[in-house]
């Protein structure tokens, strides 16, 4: 009889230890990189100023309406007045203002959708052949958003761009070398920007250390510090210009001839 009762308690032991397995893993904290992946690609959208949201109660067809988010982040509703709108997901919203309108409405059932998207937006300044703010359907990287911006110009510094994001009210510096990102490596540091972020490509003359970066012209290969010489006014050219003569490379010691007197 104990020999049977041992086997029982053998068996519940053995059922319930995967559960306690299982139990212990959910438990277990997940490493940061995978908590930040989930937190992007499980996160809803937040509703920003200028968004364009249509607001409908189910058989009140006289409290549906749209509504477009003001620079304040709020919108005006009927019987409810204002509410804030910005910074809260479409679920958020809908909970909000059924539990305002309630006092007004029995058991209303509110639907709430984003018609336009027009807060998403980001800007790209510095050495990029279009700078200027992108407006953005879905959220983008640091490299779609210099594709969207027609890629560098010849002089930017493609290993130090800076992203500017404002948050809790301070500016924070997320640098991002381009170089690195191409060439395979640091492929983390290609995040996904957020509303209002600036990506800044620097422009590599200002650095001095670095003016002789070599780079090709009509010319053929020219040294970056070779064409700067070369510019009207310079050292270089200044010994070449005829004296008091408006421009026009001339070597020196050279006369226009006098045209003869008729």
């Known amino acids: 009889?104990?020999?049977?009762?041992?086997?029982?308690?053998?068996?519940?032991?053995?059922?319930?230890?995967?559960?306690?397995?299982?139990?212990?893993?959910?438990?277990?904290?997940?490493?940061?990189?995978?908590?930040?992946?989930?937190?992007?690609?499980?996160?809803?959208?937040?509703?920003?100023?200028?968004?364009?949201?249509?607001?409908?109660?189910?058989?009140?067809?006289?409290?549906?309406?749209?509504?477009?988010?003001?620079?304040?982040?709020?919108?005006?509703?009927?019987?409810?007045?204002?509410?804030?709108?910005?910074?809260?997901?479409?679920?958020?919203?809908?909970?909000?203002?059924?539990?305002?309108?309630?006092?007004?409405?029995?058991?209303?059932?509110?639907?709430?959708?984003?018609?336009?998207?027009?807060?998403?937006?980001?800007?790209?300044?510095?050495?990029?052949?279009?700078?200027?703010?992108?407006?953005?359907?879905?959220?983008?990287?640091?490299?779609?958003?210099?594709?969207?911006?027609?890629?560098?110009?010849?002089?930017a510094k493609k290993s130090r761009i800076q992203i500017f994001r404002r948050e809790e009210g301070k500016i924070v510096v997320i640098p991002f070398d381009y170089d690195d990102v191409a060439s395979g490596d640091n492929l983390e540091s290609n995040i996904l920007l957020r509303r209002g972020d600036v990506s800044w490509s620097l422009d590599r003359r200002s650095f001095p250390g670095e003016r002789h970066e070599t780079f090709f012209h009509r010319g053929g290969r020219r040294r970056a510090a070779e064409l700067h010489e070369d510019r009207p006014g310079s050292a270089r050219t200044r010994g070449t210009h005829g004296s008091g003569s408006p421009g026009g490379n001339r070597p020196a010691g050279f006369h226009r001839p006098h045209r003869a007197a008729l």
Do not use: H
Not at 24 to 39: C, F, I, N, Q, T
Not at 49 to 66: F, M, Q, T, Y
Not at 124 to 150: E, K, Y
């Open 1 to 155: 009889m104990k020999a049977v009762k041992g086997l029982i308690a053998a068996l519940c032991l053995l059922a319930w230890y995967p559960f306690q397995a299982l139990a212990a893993e959910k438990d277990m904290p997940v490493p940061v990189a995978e908590a930040a992946a989930l937190a992007v690609s499980g996160s809803d959208y937040r509703i920003g100023p200028g968004d364009a949201l249509n607001i409908e109660v189910w058989k009140d067809p006289s409290l549906s309406r749209p509504a477009t988010v003001l620079p304040d982040g709020k919108i005006s509703y009927p019987m409810i007045g204002e509410t804030v709108a910005a910074g809260k997901t479409v679920s958020q919203l809908k909970k909000e203002i059924e539990k305002r309108l309630s006092a007004f409405v029995k058991d209303a059932v509110v639907t709430v959708e984003v018609r336009q998207v027009a807060s998403l937006q980001v800007y790209v300044i510095g050495s990029v052949r279009t700078p200027g703010r992108i407006n953005c359907t879905s959220n983008i990287d640091v490299l779609q958003a210099l594709a969207t911006a027609g890629g560098f110009d010849p002089f």
